[in-house]
């Protein structure tokens, strides 16, 4: 079992930028929590469904995000730390969300978030123009 923290959220206005942090726990024998896993982002807008932002694979690094990310987002792993980072750049009103991080044994390429087994409580993010 994985324990997720969130944090690094708040309000920002257009063209700035956010960091996100998750932060991983739980128990194991030997190595990481994370070992087995992919982290993925999420966020969800009132009144809107919940969307992949990006995943990243724990133990390669491999990382894939979604479409609108085009260029602006960054994620990456500190392995000492047990912990992901979405770096935001370019921030604009539209990223106004709730954003959660979670964990799956895989990253779904149609960000499947049924395939998430583990979630943080999430970080409130708002865009303000």
């Known amino acids: 079992q994985v324990q997720l923290v969130e944090s690094g959220g708040g309000l920002v206005q257009v063209g700035g930028s956010l960091r996100l942090s998750c932060a991983a726990s739980?128990?194991?024998?030997?190595?990481?929590?994370?070992?087995?896993?992919?982290i993925g982002w999420f966020r969800q807008a009132p009144g809107k469904e919940r969307e992949g932002v990006s995943c990243?694979?724990?133990?390669?690094?491999?990382?894939q995000y979604g479409d609108f990310v085009k260029g602006r987002f960054t994620i990456s792993k500190d392995n000492a730390k047990n912990r992901v980072d979405l770096q935001m750049d370019k921030l604009e009103p539209e990223d106004t969300g709730v954003y959660s991080c979670?964990?799956?044994?895989?990253?779904?390429?149609?960000?499947?978030?049924?395939?998430?087994?583990?979630w943080g409580q999430g970080t409130q993010i708002t865009v303000s123009s």
């Open positions: 979670a964990a799956a044994y895989y990253c779904p390429s149609s960000f499947d978030w049924h395939e998430f087994l583990y």
């Open positions: 739980g128990r194991t024998f030997s190595g990481s929590p994370l070992d087995y896993y992919a």
């Open positions: 990243i694979r724990w133990k390669t690094g491999g990382a």
